[in-house]
């Protein structure tokens, strides 16, 4: 099996524990007020497995793969979108602010990349 059906397959099974710790955290804890709140908490933590792709991205560079800044820029964007979704309730302002910083990470992030 190739490097990437590896870490595809691998993308699949924390993808599944993302959505059962998501499940799981809404009972017992009480985290969320809208048992709907649990997609936004699946899109954050998946964004979050896509950073830590991104690192592993970085590692192992492969020919025509989406490059490691790529999969970081789509990972902090949808950390960012989660946490607004889930933030929208408290106000649409930090909404936005969580967006902007986000946008604002990613911006510093591209100019200070080194080619």
Sequence with gaps: ??????????????FL????????LYQPLQLFTDWLLIVP?????????LMVLAGLRAARPQQYERGAFST????VLFVAVGGAW???????FYSLAMVLIALA??????ALKLK
């Design 72 to 75: 970081l820029s789509w990972g």
């Design 105 to 110: 990470f990613i911006a510093i992030a591209a």
């Design 41 to 49: 908490l699946i899109v954050a933590l998946a964004g979050c497995w």
């Design 17 to 24: 524990l993302i959505m059962v710790a998501s499940i799981l």
């Design 1 to 14: 099996m190739s490097n990437s059906g590896k870490r595809g397959l691998l993308s699949i099974g924390v």
């Design 86 to 92: 889930f933030l929208y309730g408290y106000g649409w």
